[in-house]
């Protein structure tokens, strides 16, 4: 049972513009949620987070919404650099401080 | 400050091999946390220790075992390799407080032949 999903395996978006990533989960009892940025053979490393008492968080052109009665949260990178072509991770922490995280969406942002 | 460092970088065994993957964090962190990445599957947790002295399963721990060795060292032995554990090891490092980032080291990418 996959308990974080990333449904859509890849996105191209053009420089300048928004690029929306998307990301669902079946568990409740997630307490935070965490995007991840990943470079090829590199770590991830942290982007952004949202506790799940809030609905919005922002970080320069990175903005999170999570949006708990569908269980949907989305990243929003605005504007899209072609810096910013990477594999993104969504993640949901769980009692344990234990980190369940989705399959990952590979962005292309074209000059 | 280091961060989060692995080591091997890549490795090859055969199978029934065994081979302990080391990692070492130099922020004091108390939680440390080995995942593996396959295509498609994102990271999945294999073992992870809440502080020195304590070690607990995750999702995918068949197969491995860990040493949690002082605070700064969290190692993960494979002890009879298989092609099934072929795949890019992170260690992850996660402070007590400041909310659930866990910091990652740069990975290990084993093969198992």
């Known amino acids: 049972d996959q308990q974080v999903k990333q449904n859509s395996p890849s996105l191209s978006v053009q420089e300048g513009r928004i690029s929306i990533l998307n990301c669902d989960y079946t568990?409740?009892?997630?307490?935070?949620f965490l995007w991840y940025k990943k470079y090829p053979a590199e770590g991830p490393t942290f982007l952004i987070s949202?506790?799940?008492?809030?609905d919005k968080n922002e970080d320069g052109r990175f903005t999170v919404f999570l949006n708990k009665s569908a269980k949907h949260l989305s990243l929003h990178i605005v504007p899209s650099q072609p810096g910013d072509s990477a594999v993104y991770f969504c993640?949901?922490?769980?009692?344990?401080?234990?980190?369940?995280f989705g399959g990952g969406t590979r962005v292309l942002v074209k000059p | 400050n280091a961060g989060v460092t692995q080591t091997p970088k890549f490795q090859v065994l055969k199978t029934g091999q065994s081979m302990t993957l080391q990692c070492a964090q130099d922020?004091?962190?108390?939680?440390m946390y080995w995942y593996r990445q396959d295509p498609g599957m994102g990271l999945r947790l294999i073992y992870y220790?809440?502080?020195?002295?304590?070690?607990d399963k995750g999702e995918v721990p068949n197969g491995y075992n860990v040493s949690r060795l002082n605070k700064r060292e969290f190692s993960l032995r494979l002890e009879s390799a298989a092609p099934s554990q072929t795949s890019v090891y992170f260690c992850?490092?996660?402070?007590?407080?400041?909310?659930?980032?866990?910091?990652f080291g740069p990975g290990t990418r084993l093969t198992v032949l």
């Open positions: 992850a490092s996660r402070p007590t407080s400041g909310g659930a980032k866990q910091f």
């Open positions: 568990n409740s009892m997630f307490d935070y």
């Open positions: 949202i506790s799940s008492i809030k």
């Open positions: 993640a949901g922490q769980a009692a344990g401080n234990k980190l369940t």
């Open positions: 922020m004091n962190h108390n939680s």
């Open positions: 220790s809440a502080s020195e002295g304590t070690t």
